[in-house]
């Protein structure tokens, strides 16, 4: 039987803020991903636990071409 993914658990967004903005996240589930639209990046969800260090972080600009 295959393992499933550990959930993320939204009501962590009531407390998590951006590392560089302090803006509030949003979660992209299909991603796995806490998004900081202030600062157009992209944090990993791994194991239902979130990676919020900027060397880990995802640029939004990459999904636009730029």
């Given at each position: 039987?295959p393992?499933r993914?550990?959930?993320?658990?939204?009501?962590?967004?009531?407390?998590?803020?951006?590392?560089?903005?302090?803006?509030?996240?949003?979660?992209?589930?299909?991603?796995?991903?806490?998004?900081?639209?202030?600062?157009?990046?992209?944090?990993?969800?791994?194991?239902?636990?979130?990676?919020?260090?900027?060397?880990?972080?995802?640029?939004?600009?990459?999904?636009?071409?730029?």
């Amino acid at each position: 039987m295959p393992e499933r993914a550990a959930a993320f658990d939204t009501k962590l967004l009531e407390i998590l803020v951006a590392p560089g903005t302090h803006a509030p996240l949003r979660y992209d589930a299909a991603a796995q991903e806490l998004i900081d639209d202030k600062a157009g990046l992209a944090y990993p969800i791994r194991d239902g636990i979130p990676i919020m260090l900027a060397d880990e972080a995802r640029s939004l600009d990459q999904e636009h071409g730029a």
